[in-house]
């Protein structure tokens, strides 16, 4: 405590001093009158405008950029706050000629009217159904896959491999073509397993997690040999306790994939039983251009982006991690 | 290390991966290459016992093909639009990020949010945004309207107000109003993995050029630009092959009509192609477009690496 | 529990799969550890010391040959059916568990009547913890303790199933050399304390030299030597043997037996009953004994104080290395600025190598 007040006091004196000497030099600098009667050679004067320059300079630098972050920022935020005042606003104060930046009247009850036009309730739950599923089904896959790449040794693991990752390259419009009718010679259209099955296997998740599982050193795996852990059990305590970072970062980016996919169960799941968020939201509200009912419209928007604020707020850290680690466009 | 005649433990492990992986991913690679190459293939008929002859019919037909060729010039122009402007709009907002000290944190976040968006949902709000409500002609017996916010934002400072989504729109305020929502939805990655690299360089360099007396300008060319190569190359083709998947930013502003209500189609791009076609139940040609775009995204990927060869440095 | 090799072999694919062929490993090993002794396998890098103890361990299995713990043979028992324990050169603690679990972990996969529960796991792990000395550190994480704590730690996570062998991969070569010295006297104390038959791996001579009951001198998958430490230094077997052990080294010359008389360049150093014939003459650094009139004159290069000896360096054209070392008590007095030095030598610390097969030649 005494150690950092005594630190704190030295800064402040030293800020002062700097302040002092600041305004020493600006009175340098414009009375030339002065500079003489101290007797300061000519070469020290142009010394202190450097300085001085150089100080100007510094500080004009920091306020350009934090201006331009500032402005960028806002810019960023900006469909935000709009989606949020908006949803806010009677439809009367949303068409006004001259928009207003913050509701006159709070009308919480769009967001009520929303969650009924839209039935959100039921595709809440349709896609907490299918996100929860497929993730956990999608992790006890790519555990296991990864393990048996990273740990385990088997005839023509390199090659099946290799063969895994040349499969990442294709686009996956390619394999929807001929999945859609696959899934309609099932009969799956329409279910809950349409959504979930056919893309349970991720090549890439396998591939992050194996390199994860790669970095764990071999000792450990031998250490738990020789006191007779089973191959389960060590994925289990040691494999997946250690690669848990990116087990929570490919739960993330798989839950999010569920909140926000589109084109496949708008193909092969559209019915009311069904359906997921974003189709629900974008079938409840086809109109988005003319004349519509924004508040209500925006509301069902907030809704809809809110969980994924949530994770956003308390998951961060992870979802920063594994995005800049994997470099996955959602 | 360690003898394993165990063999079929791994397979075990394997087994849920490699019961699905055929069904899911091989045979779709093999059936969609096979029914891009039967002419005129389509799934209802061949169930029917329709026989299909084997050719390049499906690919001759689509890239002659009006809405094809529409939709390739939409999806080529969004990229070449959206991949330049965000790249550099992030590398500047990452080098300036990267020289602040105070709120570093605060605004990282703050450009990284519009990363965990639903691209349909703040699609519908940047309609919103540019939306005009009532005529845009503004005739008198309009009850109430609003150029919307993005107008009202234009005539603040003096401008015209534009017809951007509505009826009526021109194909170049469509265009615009895309690239804006594009670049705004792919700077947050962009942003991360750039500033990850720029926080990787050794600072070294840094303060080499600052004895040096180098000038700002010419330290983020000669010194930020080549040491971050890598990484933007990196976001630089992932950029391009993201745009050429581009499909939902288009739906969440103009709906699946995929164009202004008077024009529906006209923003269409080669993902959307491929789904039209697919549920027109015409799969030969959603295939050879699907193959086509793969190709499209091979070629850009290989000059990438070509280019990177020459030009990428790695510290 | 005596363990028991024999003809074991082990041989690896060739890494070089277009060359093809084979690598063998270790090469018919041949020896019996007595129950309770301290062991150590010594050799440089490369001489299969790591792959014969990793088959002791059970995890690597043997080409051929067989392996006997007591009368049991092991040969084809998995490592946990085995009851051994081992500590790897890094540790190997798992970083996400406590002291106190990266110990009990091992006791969590006994089954059936050997099961224990949660009181009596703690107890041991106590106990374990207590006889390496690190009953303080029990809930702190590997990532909080020096490479010192850590290395005692995994002897306790090695020891706490109280294990019928106990094996160690080079156990002090990641510590600094202070604590190297702690350590070994500790790992000998805890051996002595438990009585567990214990092999041990390493590449430094000293550190063999210093704890083993007996050591396993090891080049390119062959056994060189095997016995008690001043065995083995004062009578080694070929070359190899005689300059692996000892620091200094031993000192190599080009010698000659000519009309029953040894030279080392133009000295007669010695009389032996042997025909004439090249040979390598390996004189121990303390084999040399200051005489002025002494049978062997070489070049003076320096002289090094250390306190306790003087080390005296120099150089003869017949010698296999650019300098001498000798080793003479610090008392002796010598003339720094002389051009030459002569010495006698010790009988019992000159040895004689053939000089085509390196094997001793005795005399």
Redesign the interface.
């Known amino acids: 405590m005494a150690d950092d007040m005594t630190k704190n006091n030295s800064t402040l004196q030293n800020d002062k001093m700097e302040i002092k000497s600041a305004v020493e030099n600006e009175a340098f600098a414009t009375e030339g009158v002065e500079i003489k009667a101290l007797k300061k050679t000519m070469k020290e004067k142009d010394m202190n405008r450097v300085v001085i320059t150089q100080k100007v300079m510094k500080v004009m630098?920091?306020v350009f950029?934090?201006l331009?972050?500032c402005i960028?920022?806002i810019?960023?935020?900006f469909?935000?706050y709009?989606?949020i005042i908006?949803s806010l606003k009677t439809l009367?104060e949303?068409?006004?000629?001259?928009?207003t930046f913050w509701p006159r009247q709070l009308m919480l009850h769009n967001y009520a009217d929303a969650f009924n036009t839209a039935s959100l309730g039921v595709l809440f739950k349709n896609t907490m159904i299918v996100g929860i599923v497929s993730t956990i089904l999608s992790l006890?896959?790519t555990v296991?896959?990864a393990?048996?790449f990273a740990r385990?040794?088997?005839?023509g693991?390199n090659t099946l491999f290799a063969a895994?990752l040349a499969?990442m390259?294709?686009?996956?419009?390619?394999?929807?073509?001929?999945?859609?009718?696959?899934v309609t010679n099932l009969g799956w259209t329409n279910t809950y397993r349409v959504l979930i099955?056919?893309?349970?296997?991720s090549?890439f998740y396998?591939y992050l997690l194996r390199q994860n599982f790669l970095q764990i050193?071999?000792?450990?795996?031998?250490?738990?040999?020789?006191?007779?852990?089973?191959?389960l059990?060590y994925l289990w305590?040691?494999m997946i306790?250690?690669a848990l970072p990116t087990l929570i970062s490919i739960t993330i980016l798989k839950m999010?994939g569920a909140?926000?996919s589109?084109?496949w169960p708008r193909?092969v799941a559209n019915d009311e039983k069904h359906r997921l968020?974003?189709n629900g939201?974008?079938n409840a509200?086809?109109?988005?251009?003319?004349?519509?009912n924004?508040p209500q419209?925006?509301a069902a928007?907030a809704l809809?982006?809110f969980p994924?604020?949530l994770?956003?707020v308390f998951l961060?850290k992870y979802?920063?991690k594994g995005?800049?680690r994997s470099?996955i466009?959602? | 290390m360690v003898d394993s005649k165990q063999q079929w433990k791994a397979w075990i492990y394997l087994a849920p991966a490699i019961i699905l992986l055929p069904v899911f991913t091989v045979w779709p690679i093999i059936s969609t290459v096979r029914m891009a190459f039967l002419n005129g293939y389509k799934g209802l008929e061949a169930v029917g016992g329709a026989t299909f002859n084997f050719g390049i019919e499906n690919f001759t037909k689509v890239v002659k093909y009006k809405k094809f060729t529409q939709c390739l010039k939409n999806t080529i122009l969004l990229c070449v639009l959206t991949v330049p402007i965000s790249t550099f709009l992030a590398l500047i907002i990452a080098v300036c990020l990267n020289s602040i000290k105070v709120f570093q944190k605060a605004l990282q976040t703050i450009f990284f949010l519009p990363y965990v968006t639903n691209s349909i949902a703040i699609g519908m709000v940047f309609a919103a945004m540019f939306n005009i409500v009532g005529s845009f002609l503004g005739t008198s017996n309009e009850l109430v309207q609003t150029a919307g916010i993005i107008n009202n934002v234009i005539m603040f400072f003096g401008g015209e107000k534009i017809n951007w989504i509505n009826a009526g729109s021109s194909y170049v305020a469509n265009m615009t109003v895309m690239t804006v929502y594009i670049v705004w939805n792919a700077l947050p990655f962009k942003i991360l993995i750039l500033l990850g690299g720029l926080q990787s360089i050794n600072k070294q360099y840094y303060d080499a050029a600052k004895v040096d007396g180098t000038r700002r300008i010419r330290v983020f060319w000669r010194i930020t630009v080549p040491l971050l190569s890598p990484m933007l190359a990196y976001v630089i083709i992932t950029g391009f092959i993201g745009g050429f998947k581009e499909y939902t930013s288009i739906v969440g502003i103009f709906g699946e009509k995929m164009g202004p209500a008077d024009d529906s189609k006209r923003l269409n791009t080669m993902v959307g192609f491929i789904y039209d076609s697919l549920s027109t139940n015409n799969q030969g040609r959603a295939s050879a477009a699907a193959l086509i775009l793969f190709g499209i995204i091979l070629i850009v990927t290989l000059i990438n690496l070509y280019v990177g060869k020459k030009r990428v440095h790695y510290a | 529990m005596k363990v028991v090799l024999e003809n074991v072999t082990k041989i690896f694919p060739s890494r070089d799969k277009k060359a093809g062929g084979e690598v063998v490993a270790v090469n018919n090993f041949n020896f019996e550890i007595p129950d309770g002794k301290l062991i150590g396998l010594l050799g440089p890098s490369g001489c299969g010391k790591s792959t014969t103890l990793y088959m002791i361990s059970g995890l690597q299995k043997l080409s051929s040959g067989h392996i006997y713990f007591g009368e049991e043979d092991v040969s084809d028992l998995s490592p946990e059916n085995r009851g051994v324990g081992l500590v790897f050169q890094n540790y190997a603690l798992y970083p996400h568990m406590t002291v106190k679990q990266n110990i009990m972990f091992p006791l969590e996969n006994l089954k059936g009547s050997d099961k224990l529960s949660k009181e009596e796991r703690i107890e041991r792990a106590r106990e374990a913890a207590r006889l390496v000395q690190i009953d303080e550190l029990l809930e702190r994480k590997p990532s909080e303790l020096s490479g010192g704590q850590q290395q005692r730690v995994a002897i306790a996570r090695a020891l706490v199933k109280m294990p019928k062998v106990l094996l160690l991969d080079e156990p002090l070569s990641n510590l600094d050399a202070r604590l190297r010295l702690q350590t070994r006297e500790e790992i000998r104390r805890i051996q002595r304390e438990t009585k567990i038959t214990t092999v041990f791996v390493t590449h430094d001579q000293e550190e063999a030299m210093s704890i083993s009951d007996m050591i396993v001198v090891m080049k390119l998958g062959v056994i060189q030597q095997i016995g008690a430490p001043q065995d083995v230094y004062d009578n080694p077997t070929n070359l190899f043997v005689a300059k692996f052990l000892g620091t200094p080294p031993i000192n190599v010359f080009n010698g000659e037996v000519k009309n029953g008389k040894l030279y080392i360049g133009k000295d007669a150093v010695m009389d032996v009953k042997l025909e004439d014939k090249k040979v390598f003459v390996g004189i121990r650094p303390e084999g040399f004994i200051l005489n002025p009139n002494g049978v062997l004159t070489n070049d003076l290069l320096s002289v090094e104080v250390m306190g306790r000896d003087v080390s005296i360096v120099s150089s003869n054209p017949a010698s296999a290395n650019p300098t001498i070392r000798s080793i003479i008590d610090a008392d002796s007095k010598i003339d720094r600025d002389a051009k030459t030095i002569s010495f006698d030598i010790k009988p019992n610390k000159i040895f004689l190598f053939d000089a085509e097969t390196e094997e001793r030649i005795y005399f």
């Open positions: 630098v920091q950029l934090y331009f972050l960028m920022a810019v960023v935020l469909p935000f709009w989606m908006s009367d949303y068409r006004l000629s001259v928009p006890v896959i296991l896959s393990f048996a385990l040794e088997f005839k693991k895994l499969t390259m294709i686009p996956g419009e390619l394999f929807t073509i001929t999945n859609y009718q696959t099955i056919p893309f349970l296997v090549v396998i050193p071999n000792e450990l795996y031998l250490a738990a040999k020789v006191d007779g852990t089973s191959d059990k305590r040691v306790p250690l999010m909140w926000n589109y084109i193909l968020i974003t939201l974008r509200f086809t109109e988005t251009t003319g004349d519509v924004y419209q925006m928007v809809v982006s994924l604020f994770v956003f961060r979802i920063m995005v800049s470099g466009k959602g």
